[in-house]
């Protein structure tokens, strides 16, 4: 009675399984393999489901080291901004003060 449970328990969830890849396969889109593949090659299967997670840790990591150089580089020329306001403004203060001194002339 027990073995009958358990057998038929685990056809059920071979056939969730199967059911399951199929409409992952349907969804994803068709590749040059076949589902079938998974069955002969299984480990298949979990060599893309770590390539995947390492493509996304990977694409993580480059997005974060690009917005840190990106920050580095906007405190710089903020910096560099502030700096030639400040000499724009001596050069203003200059030409007024030119400008006064010739009037007084």
Do not use: C, W
Not at 28 to 51: A, C, H, M
Request: charged letters at 30%; zero cysteines; aromatic letters at 10%.
């Amino acid at each position: 009675m027990s073995f009958k449970k358990k057998t038929s328990f685990v056809f059920v969830v071979l056939i969730v399984l199967t059911l399951t890849i199929f409409t992952y396969q349907s969804i994803r889109g068709g590749e040059d393999t076949s589902v079938f593949d998974s069955f002969i090659y299984p480990l298949k299967i979990l060599e893309r489901g770590v390539s995947s997670l390492f493509k996304d840790v990977k694409g993580l990591i480059n997005r974060y080291i690009l917005i840190t150089q990106k920050e580095g580089e906007n405190k710089r020329l903020l910096s560099k901004l502030k700096e030639l306001e400040q000499e724009r403004n001596k050069f203003i203060e200059a030409l007024s003060e030119n400008k006064r001194l010739r009037d007084i002339l």
